[in-house]
């Protein structure tokens, strides 16, 4: 069985940072591409970023290119997405996703508030 889990997260003041990591289990993790979509307030879910397999990060949001930075650890089945300078406008739930096999992560909670 195909699972994400999410941890991280959290409230923040501008300016700050935060790191989100996504655990997969039930399949190959070092061989799928894992993506970060987050859901702001009232908006539609967004691609954020996609963390290859070999490790590299694919920036879709010209609102976070140069702030945040993917990685993984295949030794530990882990994705993280470092997320620096937060604005106001990070606040949202974020998800990852195996797309290969459509799974989310169940979500997590960001918070960028003075």
């Known amino acids: 069985q195909v699972q994400l889990v999410q941890s991280g997260g959290g409230l923040v003041q501008p300016g700050g940072s935060l790191r989100l990591s996504c655990v997969g289990s039930g399949f190959t993790f070092s061989s799928r591409r894992i993506d970060w979509y987050r859901q702001a307030p009232g908006k539609e879910r967004e691609l954020v970023a996609s963390i290859t397999t070999g490790g590299g990060t694919l920036v879709y949001a010209a609102s976070v290119k140069g702030r945040f930075t993917g990685s993984r650890d295949n030794a530990k089945n882990t994705v993280y997405l470092q997320m620096n300078k937060l604005k106001p406008e990070d606040t949202g739930v974020y998800y990852c996703?195996?797309?290969?096999?459509?799974?989310w992560g169940q979500g997590t909670q960001v918070s960028v508030s003075s």
């Open positions: 996703h195996a797309p290969y096999f459509d799974s």
